[in-house]
């Protein structure tokens, strides 16, 4: 078999079909059958068969499947280190949830330049539940947000304690009323950013406690957004307390008395262990418990130029 046929397989395992497989891949359709035919050919088993809404695929299949994203990744790996040692360019993706990939990524990845001359740095913006998937098959070097757990291939570095708070404008009825109940929360308008009912995070944990209502929550392109119009009277949400600091300061947002926050949460970076991971995810994650990362994130910039990094990448996952 060829990393060519490999590579081909996982696109299809991944998307579905061979049309959007071939399409990802800038090939032909028929170069993506040919591919996948001759893996079939060579290991005798059909790998996956036709079902509603796309394909299936059978036990060997998936097998395949889990071993061809981590070989086609590490080639992907070597070519990106052999590239570093020609050109001296440092390549780093991490992964992240949409809310740290726009609220925690830029000052941290900024500040871990200012060290690393010469980083070509990438986001890719996923719910938390894939962030060991993506690590092992090499789609991304470093994950930053909860701790993958049970995953031994996997090793998380502690680098933010961070505290979340619901958030409404300064006039809201409901900010002088004591001891909220989770119930009267429910009722109420909910103003997110795309990731904010993720379940693998703490707040998307709380919601899910709440009873907020994915079709009735109002999902924003940004965090940003959200909590521009929460400002604005709109409605609740919910934050990091640092993140909204000076707003709370200035009287531009307030804090809800809610029964169960503040809730305390640990940022973590995690890679894959030893020699396993890049030196510069290696060199990321140690920098991330250094001071000058923690006064990167509690410092709110007020913005970081647009040529320091590429924007967020939202990754299509498989299962």
């Known amino acids: 078999m060829t990393l060519t046929q490999l590579r081909a397989f996982v696109a299809v395992a991944r998307l579905g079909s061979v049309k959007a497989a071939a399409a990802s891949l800038g090939v032909t359709e028929p170069a993506v059958s040919g591919a996948v035919a001759a893996l079939r050919r060579e290991l005798g088993d059909v790998l996956f068969i036709r079902a509603a809404g796309g394909i299936s695929l059978t036990s060997g299949g998936r097998r395949l499947a889990a071993g061809a994203a981590e070989i086609v990744g590490l080639a992907e790996e070597t070519r990106s280190r052999v590239r570093e040692a020609g050109t001296g360019t440092a390549h780093l993706r991490v992964a992240s949830t949409e809310t740290s990939a726009e609220q925690i990524l830029p000052a941290l990845i900024a500040a871990f330049g200012r060290r690393q001359p010469d980083l070509d740095a990438a986001t890719l913006a ?47 009825p409901l900010v002088h009323q004591p001891r909220i109940g989770l119930a009267r929360l429910a009722r109420e308008p909910w103003l997110l950013g ?7 995070t703490l707040a998307g944990a709380f919601l899910a406690r709440v ?58 970076a995690s890679a894959l262990k030893g020699d396993r991971r890049s030196a510069t995810a290696a060199a990321f994650c140690r920098f991330v418990t250094t001071p000058a990362a923690t006064q990167a994130l509690m410092s709110r910039p007020q913005g970081v130029p647009m040529s320091a990094f590429r924007p967020a990448v939202h990754v299509t996952i498989w299962s």
């Open 194 to 200: 795309p990731a904010g009912l993720d379940p693998g």
């Open 126 to 172: 996923v719910p938390a539940a894939v962030f060991p998937e993506l690590l092992r098959d090499r789609r991304a070097d470093v994950a930053v947000g909860p701790a993958p757990q049970q995953h031994p291939g996997i090793e998380s570095t502690p680098f933010l304690r961070f505290q979340l708070v619901v958030v409404a404008a300064p006039d809201h």
């Open 211 to 268: 009873g907020v209502d994915p079709d009735t929550a109002i999902a924003f392109p940004s965090a940003t957004a959200s909590l521009n119009s929460v400002a604005a009277g709109a409605g609740l949400s919910i934050a990091f307390r640092h993140v909204v600091r000076e707003d709370l300061r200035r009287g531009v947002l307030a804090t809800l008395d809610v029964p169960g926050t503040p809730i305390n949460g640990m940022l973590y």
